[in-house]
């Protein structure tokens, strides 16, 4: 990179890294260089989308005028990202036919569900990605006066493995990783991007024909649901509940289940559709709040403030008589703060409803309408 970018997240200073796709336009452009006779380069200079000029390290450089192959170190920076430190290759030949072909590679897998960037069947290279690897090789061609054409297969070290830590296998992608990317920045602890998975998910089950939608924050709500409704694909949102709500309507979802454990979604209670603690974390006064309507006394509500955990919380209530009417209120409540949230957005089109559940306890109050 021309020079270091960072981030403030949560008061850290965290450096940013450049995405899978940046790394293979670099890679791209090292390779094309070597097969029409300008050597082997040590960097590669690319202009991102986000306005950002980046000279990469090029790694690995192999082959000569009938073909070549460079690769980069992707690095993700301080994200914690599978692909940070993995090596992207690409492969030019020429070809007889006139313009640029991009082909995917060992570690690159392949779309096989509908609703995402690319089509079924096809390399999963983002079109971001895609524009970036054909710019720099237009480049190439142009600085050393080649009019034909140029295959160019994108690889990725240890793609197949990778890909097992990642979201692709519900998003059907198989085989590899993808190569992915909007900016060519990545952003340490980006929101932006993991956003950018739940999209790609809701994308996939509208376009297979799914009506409903489960929203659920964590793999916990995952175990749940898979017990509960067996069958049903719930999409993983975590804390953005507010984001994937708006998501799903956009998506053109009838309707949508909220679905997670009563400590998280009980924050919904308060208007807070991020449910991350550093935005507030005020279950406990709600217990408190609702049990008091109810007709709880003060030793009680005091005690319902002193909990270490909304587990405890309901265990008090059912012990004092009053969890029936104390969750009556709480699941009217969040239907209505839901309601409200998605007016606001422009989305009150959809049905919602919300599902809480309890470790300990089960599901409290099944959903009006069951996907």
């Known amino acids: 990179m021309t020079s270091e970018e960072y981030r403030t997240v949560d008061g850290k200073k965290l450096r940013c890294g450049y995405t899978t796709g940046t790394s293979a336009a670099a890679a791209a452009k090292g390779a094309a260089r070597m097969l029409l006779g300008g050597g082997k380069a040590e960097v590669a200079e690319i202009d991102t989308p986000a306005g950002r000029t980046l000279r990469l390290p090029i790694s690995v450089c192999a082959g000569g005028d009938v073909e070549a192959s460079c690769a980069v170190r992707k690095d993700g920076g301080d994200d914690s990202d599978v692909t940070s430190g993995c090596l992207v290759r690409v492969s030019v030949r020429k070809r007889a036919e006139q313009g640029i072909l991009i082909e995917g590679g060992e570690g690159v897998g392949t779309v096989t569900l509908p609703g995402l960037d690319q089509p079924v069947g096809a390399p999963a290279i983002n079109s971001v990605p895609r524009r970036m690897i054909a710019v720099a090789l237009r480049e190439t061609c142009e600085a050393y006066g080649f009019a034909g054409g140029i295959s160019a297969s994108v690889s990725i070290q240890d793609g197949e493995r990778l890909a097992e830590r990642t979201f692709n296998g519900r998003l059907g992608i198989k085989g590899g990783l993808s190569i992915l990317g909007t900016t060519g920045i990545v952003e340490p602890a980006s929101e932006a991007a993991f956003c950018d998975t739940i999209r790609a998910e809701l994308s996939v089950l509208r376009a297979l024909g799914h009506d409903t939608v489960a929203l659920t924050p964590g793999n916990i709500g995952l175990d749940f649901l898979a017990r509960m409704y067996p069958g049903l694909r719930p999409v993983k949102c975590a804390n953005f509940i507010g984001e994937s709500l708006i998501m799903s309507a956009e998506a053109g979802f009838a309707g949508i289940l909220v679905a997670g454990h009563i400590g998280k979604l009980v924050k919904l209670v308060t208007g807070g559709f991020n449910t991350h603690s550093r935005y507030g974390d ?83 109050g099944l959903p009006l309408q069951i996907p």
């Open 282 to 364: 005020a279950r406990l006064y709600v217990f408190a709040a609702f049990a008091a309507l109810c007709g709880a006394g003060r030793d009680l509500t005091a005690e319902l403030l002193r909990c270490a955990t909304s587990e405890a919380a309901v265990d008090l209530l059912k012990d004092g008589g009053l969890w029936d009417a104390v969750f009556g209120r709480i699941l009217a409540e969040t239907r209505l703060q839901i309601d409200a949230f998605l007016k606001r957005h422009s989305c009150d089109k959809v049905r919602c409803d919300v599902l809480f559940f309890s470790a300990k306890h089960g599901p409290f």
